[in-house]
C-alpha cells in the first residue's frame, strides 16, 4: 500500500473535501481524486462517500486513517530524530585506538567533543591497528586511531580513508644509570648500544625496533618483549634492558627511574584516523574527527 497515498487520505479527512485537501496539499482537486481512486482499488473497497458539502470516511477509510495517523506520526519523529542528528544534540561515536593514544590523546578529545556537543555518545574501544583496521570493515566501530612507523604510509585498505594527525616522536629510554643517559641533551648514537639488551613491544614495534638497529649497522639483542608500556619502563627502570618508546606513551606514564633520551636514526610514527569514504557525511563523526585533530593540535603547542 502506498503510504504517500495514506498521507493523502488522511489530509482529505483533516480537510473534509477533496478540494479543501488540494488546496493544503497545492495540487489539482484531479490529481488527489485520482490518487484516492488508486488507493481504493489498492483497498479493494471505498473509502470516502462524497457528499453535496464534503466527504465522509467509510469504515474502511476510518481503518486506514487511524493507520495514516501513525504513519504520520512516525515520520515526523524521524524528521525531529534526523535534526537533532544535523544539529548534533545527539549521535553516537564507536572509537578504537591503540593503548598510548587511547591514555592520552583520545580522552582530552572526548572531553573537548563532550563539551563541544553535549549530546554526541562517544565510545571507546582499545585496539592495535591491525585489530582496528578490522573491526571497521567488520562495522563493528566507526572511527580507529592508528599509526605507521618511519614515514612508512598505511596499508590500503579499500572502501577506508586515512586522516594523517601528526607524527608522534620516537625515544630512547635507558636506565637512569646507563653510562650513555648521563648527557640526555646530546644525541645517542645507537652503535653504541649494539650489545645492550632490548625490550621489543607489538608486532609492528619489534619490527621497527629491528629496522632502526639494522640501519644503524646491527642486530639488536632482544631479552624481553611486551607491549605494556608500563611494564617495559619497569624493566628498564631495574637495568634489566633499553628500549624504544613514542612520545604518547611516556607522556602517559613516565617511570622515575628511567631517563628519555634523542638518538641518531630515530624517526617518529605517523598517526592517522581511519573511517569509511562515507563517514565524514556523519554530523557526529565529523565532529569526533575534528575534537582529536584539535586535541593533538593543542597538545603540539605546549
Do not use: K
Request: some cysteine; overall charge neutral; proline content about 6%.
Amino acid at each position: 500500500m502506498d503510504v504517500q497515498r495514506l498521507l493523502i487520505l488522511r489530509q482529505i479527512a483533516r480537510a473534509g473535501s477533496i478540494a479543501g485537501a488540494a488546496r493544503e496539499l497545492g495540487w489539482t482537486q484531479p490529481a488527489v481524486s485520482q490518487h484516492l481512486r488508486r488507493l481504493e482499488r489498492q483497498a479493494g473497497m471505498a473509502l470516502v462517500v462524497r457528499r453535496p458539502r464534503g466527504i465522509q470516511l467509510t469504515e474502511a477509510g476510518e481503518v486506514l486513517l487511524r493507520h495514516a495517523d501513525a504513519i504520520a506520526a512516525r515520520l515526523q519523529a524521524a524528521t525531529e530524530d534526523l535534526h537533532a542528528l544535523s544539529h548534533l544534540h545527539q549521535g553516537s561515536v564507536r572509537l578504537a585506538a591503540f593503548p598510548s593514544a587511547s591514555a592520552t590523546l583520545v580522552p582530552a578529545a572526548m572531553s573537548l567533543l563532550s563539551r563541544r556537543h553535549p549530546g554526541i555518545d562517544i565510545r571507546l574501544r582499545g585496539a592495535e591497528p591491525p585489530e582496528a583496521i578490522d573491526l571497521i570493515g567488520a562495522g563493528e566501530i566507526d572511527l580507529a586511531v592508528t599509526f605507521t612507523h618511519g614515514g612508512e604510509p598505511p596499508s590500503d585498505h579499500p572502501g577506508l580513508v586515512h586522516v594523517p594527525v601528526g607524527e608522534d616522536a620516537v625515544h630512547l629510554v635507558l636506565p637512569r644509570g646507563h653510562p650513555l643517559a648521563l648527557s640526555p641533551d646530546e644525541p645517542v648514537d645507537l652503535r653504541l648500544l649494539a650489545d645492550d639488551r632490548w625490550i621489543a613491544g607489538c608486532a609492528r614495534c619489534t619490527a621497527n625496533l629491528r629496522r632502526t638497529c639494522q640501519d644503524a649497522g646491527f642486530v639488536p639483542g632482544i631479552w624481553h618483549g611486551t607491549d605494556d608500556y608500563v611494564v617495559t619502563q619497569a624493566l628498564i627502570a631495574r637495568g634489566l634492558g633499553i628500549g624504544l618508546l613514542p612520545r604518547l606513551a611516556l607522556d602517559a606514564y613516565q617511570d622515575s627511574g628511567v631517563a628519555v633520551c634523542t638518538a641518531t636514526r630515530l624517526r617518529p610514527r605517523t598517526l592517522y584516523l581511519v573511517h569509511h569514504r562515507e563517514a565524514e557525511q556523519i554530523p557526529a563523526i565529523r565532529s569526533a574527527i575534528g575534537a582529536i585533530q584539535d586535541s593533538w593540535a593543542s597538545a603540539e603547542a605546549r
